[in-house]
Structure formats: structure tokens, C-alpha cells
């Protein structure tokens, strides 16, 4: 089973500056099946991106997806007030399975 | 638009079985490029896939709780369903059930459409 740890576990930034999450695998992951979720408080997660790199219908600009094999990265370039939030990579493995990775918050600072 | 909404009870005791409903809307839970997941999140914690049902009719489960999950379809119904045995404290969790909603989503098994979640907390 693929463990996917992220990394930092919170990340204190303010508005307008760069937020970089990492999400490491345990073993490769296929990127066609790397996800990134975007939870915020008392809702259901939401698709940011998918295919490690594509962003899903109405995700700004800001938001990227970069990596491959063991180690992916979600980057906000300018981080706005509603970007504060948890974020969960997630990966579909060779066994029908899916894993989430822990979460990252990204908290005002 | 396709949309979800979970049902079921909110309070199950210890040992017993907790059972929940995923009611489908605006779609067809026929659809062939579909599946149809569940995922829970404990209080205060991460999320943590649970099993997902293909159109086919086959099923896959996380290891952990394989052998207490059943995940079942009614097309007769337009809806999907959880069961999960032996309950106990750590079973208490929002339980959320989601599909890809579109081709594209499902052919990179991510989850798009996402109900609002159910809270079920297991006490005696």
C-alpha cells in the first residue's frame, strides 16, 4: 500500500505571499492518478487538480501542480484570503485503491 | 449537474452496524465511465478512503476494513450504499460519498462531486 506523507504539516503565511506543499510517496505513483483537494472548514473537499498538473473547471490560475514519480507539489503563487485552508494529496494505485496523504493547513499569519 | 446527498443514521452503538445512503441526482448511477465512492474523516483529523463501487459492479475496499465494508448500488433507486459492521469509537467520523461526475475526472480516478457529508458517532 502507497503511504503519501505531506509536508509541512501547517504552513504559516500571510496574503499575497508563495505557498509551497509537498506530497512524497512512498512508491511511485502512476502521475496520471496524483490528485490535490482543497478542504475548508465544516465543507466536503473540493478538486483543485488532477493528473498532477491540470487544474479542474474553475480553479484560478494560481493554483499549480507540478512533480512525478515519488515527490508532487501544489503551489499558490499569491495566496488570497479564501486560499486559506487544509490541502490533501491523494493517489489511485495498482490495486484499486486510493490513499489520501495526512493534509496540509495553510493558516494566516 | 450531478449531485449527492448522504442519509442515515446519526448515532449507532458499539458492535452494531452502521448502514448509510448516498442518494443520486441530476444523473444516472448507470452511467459506464462512473464510480461511486466513500470516504470518512474522524473528527479534527485526515481523510481516509473507505471503498468504491465501479459501474461493472465490482467493489475494492481500503485493507484496513475490508472485511467489515460492504458497498452495494440500487439503479432502481439511483442510489448507493455503505454498510460497516462491528462499529466501535473509532468508526465515529463524517462520512462523505463521492463520484468523478465527468470522463475526464474519472479517467484520473479523482473525485469531483462530493455530498455534504453525515456525521455518525458511535456511542452506547
Known amino acids: 500500500e502507497i503511504v503519501l506523507t505531506q509536508s509541512p504539516g501547517t504552513l504559516s503565511l500571510s496574503p499575497g505571499e508563495r505557498a509551497t506543499l509537498s506530497c512524497r510517496a512512498s512508491?511511485?505513483?502512476?502521475?496520471?492518478?496524483l490528485t490535490w483537494y482543497q478542504q475548508k472548514p465544516g465543507q466536503a473537499p473540493r478538486l483543485l487538480i488532477y493528473?498532477?498538473?491540470s487544474r479542474a473547471t474553475g480553479i484560478p490560475d494560481r493554483f499549480g501542480g507540478s512533480g512525478s514519480g515519488t515527490d508532487f507539489t501544489l503551489t499558490i503563487s499569491r495566496l488570497e484570503p479564501e486560499d486559506f485552508a487544509v490541502y490533501y494529496c491523494q493517489q489511485y494505485g495498482s490495486s484499486f485503491t486510493w490513499t489520501f496523504g495526512q493534509g496540509t493547513k495553510v493558516e494566516i499569519k | 449537474q450531478l449531485q449527492l446527498q448522504e442519509s442515515g443514521p446519526g448515532l449507532v452503538k458499539p458492535s452494531e452496524t452502521l448502514s448509510l445512503t448516498c442518494s443520486v441526482s441530476?444523473?444516472?448511477?448507470?452511467?459506464?465511465?462512473?464510480?461511486w465512492g466513500w470516504i470518512r474523516q474522524p473528527p479534527g483529523k485526515g481523510l481516509e478512503w473507505i471503498g468504491t463501487i465501479y459501474y461493472s459492479g465490482s467493489t475494492y475496499h481500503t485493507p484496513s476494513l475490508k472485511s467489515r465494508v460492504t458497498i452495494s448500488v440500487d439503479t432502481s433507486k439511483n442510489q448507493f450504499s455503505l454498510r460497516l459492521s462491528s462499529v466501535t469509537a473509532a468508526d465515529t467520523a463524517v462520512y462523505y460519498c463521492?463520484?468523478?461526475?465527468?470522463?475526464?475526472?474519472?479517467?484520473?480516478?479523482?473525485?469531483?462531486?462530493w455530498g455534504q457529508g453525515t456525521m455518525v458517532t458511535v456511542s452506547s
Open positions: 441530476g444523473g444516472s448511477i448507470s452511467s459506464n465511465s462512473h464510480y
Open positions: 463521492a463520484t468523478p461526475g465527468d470522463t475526464i475526472t474519472a479517467a484520473v480516478r479523482a473525485f469531483h462531486i
Open positions: 512508491q511511485s505513483v502512476n502521475s496520471n492518478y
Open positions: 493528473g498532477a498538473s
